[in-house]
């Protein structure tokens, strides 16, 4: 079965770091486009951030409001993408979500094909 797992949400204050995980089960993360996408209350989901499959994975790609802060990552071996955040802003505050896609090469649109259930960042003073 099929499974994404996000972990290493929180409470973080402006400025502040999370480095967030999404742990796959069922399948090898390294054969499909991964992306970040993230829900804040009272907006559409937006995508954050992607990248593709292991044999293209310098293909990576960011939302505007994310680049230079941002950055995405994968461990193979751990079969676990991560999303480093940095110099956060209470804009930020969103429910991440991560999502796998059965396509290879990334896009942030919302046409992943599995998604895991979210974790909530929240940046205030």
């Known amino acids: 079965q099929v499974q994404l797992v996000e972990s290493g949400g929180g409470l973080v204050q402006p400025g502040g770091s999370l480095r967030l995980s999404c742990a796959a089960s069922?399948?090898?993360?390294?054969?499909?486009?991964i992306g970040w996408f993230r829900q804040a209350p009272g907006k559409e989901r937006e995508g954050v951030s992607c990248i593709s499959s292991s044999d293209n994975d310098s293909d990576l790609y960011y939302a505007d409001s994310v680049k230079g802060r941002f950055t995405i990552s994968r461990d193979n071996a751990k079969n676990t993408v991560y999303l480093q955040m940095n110099s956060l802003k209470p804009e930020d505050t969103a429910v991440y979500y991560c999502a796998a896609a059965n396509f290879r090469l990334c896009v942030l649109l919302n046409n992943y094909d599995y998604w895991g259930k979210g974790t909530q960042v929240t940046v205030s003073s």
């Open positions: 069922g399948f090898a993360l390294d054969d499909h486009a």
